[in-house]
């Protein structure tokens, strides 16, 4: 309820009131907050004198120790945020005649839309329709959605040299310009892949710390196309 409340009224961060001797319960509850990219803020008492050397919040005229850190701080956003929108503006810009070139052959060679938009998790969890170009014959977007695989029937003549060469992602460049995407960050899932990884990989909602992004980490690394097995997702 917790972490629902805060996803969904848009929490600056989070502010514990525990009695420092129950350290198991403090733990438990650490622990789960850590599903949310925010701020951890505890109220302490006498007999945590240790945990002192640690930063402090002042609110109103009590104090609370900050015993988990924002994965990026507000300087550090508001720098990536400018990189997003001045790489991701000359890009689309620059990219304007490929892109229209395209969306033409996509038009040509099957029926549907040029533009294929699914729901997926951005940051906090929080959901987004991401743009992407259509790249096969179906456009899937519910609690059960079959991933793209090798050879698959679905992906139309046009559409396998957009994957091969990744040039189906470039519409995601307008999701970076709207902020509900960064450049470089973890490739946000499907909705519905995202709820089923998340009860079976141990801390999977890491990746919804920051925005996700058209390349990332993995991308660069080879981990990047059909995960038809578990380890292939938790090593991403």
């Not at 969904?8 to 420092?20: F, G, Q, R």
């Not at 992906?155 to 992602?169: F, P, Y």
């Amino acid at each position: 309820k917790a972490i629902e409340a805060a996803r969904s009224d848009d929490a600056e961060w989070i502010l514990l009131a525990l009695h420092w001797g129950n350290e198991r319960l403090r733990s438990l509850v650490c622990e789960r907050l850590q599903a949310l990219p925010l701020p951890v803020l505890l109220l302490p008492d006498q007999s945590i004198s240790p945990l002192l050397s640690r930063p402090l919040r002042q609110l109103g005229s009590d104090f609370a120790v900050e015993i988990q850190r924002a994965p990026l701080s507000r300087p550090e956003l508001a720098l990536k945020r400018t990189l997003d929108l001045l790489l991701g503006g000359v890009v689309l810009v620059g990219l304007a005649p490929l892109l229209a070139a395209v969306s033409l052959l996509i038009k040509l060679d099957s029926r549907g839309p040029v533009i294929f938009r699914q729901r997926r998790k951005g940051f906090n969890g929080r959901e987004f329709a991401i743009y992407k170009f259509r790249t096969m014959g179906v456009l899937e977007d519910g609690d059960v959605i079959s991933q793209a695989k090798r050879n698959d029937v679905r992906i139309t003549r046009v559409g396998r040299v957009l994957r091969a060469t990744s040039i189906d992602e470039l519409p995601q460049l307008i999701n970076v310009l709207r902020g509900q995407m960064s450049l470089v960050g973890p490739r946000p899932h499907a909705v519905a892949h995202d709820n089923g990884y998340a009860e079976l990989i141990a801390n999977y909602a890491f990746r919804q710390h920051v925005k996700p992004g058209i390349t990332g980490w993995a991308q660069i690394n080879g981990f990047r196309g059909e995960t038809s097995r578990l380890e292939l997702m938790e090593q991403r």
